[in-house]
């Protein structure tokens, strides 16, 4: 079966890495050990390096997270904000938040967040930027 790769471009000079874009439009990082997903950007022959700061990570992990948001003042606000949040709804966000080992881009709550820091899409991609730079 055949992934549905659109395009593909190298991570480094050495050309041991590629950011392959998916029909869907995300973006995953892969090596030589992805052995079908490299014969495949091989084929489609990766480009030179992209601008990594255009790659926006899909998932960081919750302490990448939190101390992106300590490290843009902006912890405090959504602690705040996730202690606030009533009923089940808030059960389940306090869970997530104080339990999980990773934070997803397109998670609901994240969005909420953004929102209430006042954060267009743009200002969250930078933020998951910052924190995927964090040793996780």
């Known amino acids: 079966m055949t992934s ?3 395009g593909a471009q ?7 890495g590629a950011v392959v874009t998916m ?3 995300s973006s995953v990082l892969i090596g ?3 052995a079908d997903l490299w014969a ?34 902006l912890w405090r606000q959504v602690e705040d904000a996730i202690a606030a949040i009533p009923g089940p709804e ?6 997530d938040w104080r339990t999980g080992s990773v934070v997803e881009r397109s998670s609901p709550l994240v969005a909420s ?9 743009e200002a969250m991609d ?6 995927s730079t964090i040793n996780g």
Do not use: H, W
């Open 4 to 6: 549905p790769i659109i």
């Open 10 to 16: 190298y991570t480094n000079p050495e050309r041991t």
């Open 23 to 25: 029909e869907d439009s």
């Open 32 to 34: 030589p050990g992805d």
């Open 40 to 73: 495949e950007a091989l084929a489609f022959g990766p480009n030179d390096a992209p601008d990594m700061n255009s790659i926006v990570p899909s998932s960081v992990t919750m302490r990448q997270a939190q101390r992106a948001l300590y490290e843009k003042n």
């Open 90 to 95: 808030g059960d389940r966000a306090r869970i």
């Open 113 to 121: 967040m953004g929102a209430m820091l006042g954060m267009d899409s």
């Open 126 to 131: 930078q933020l998951f930027r910052l924190a």
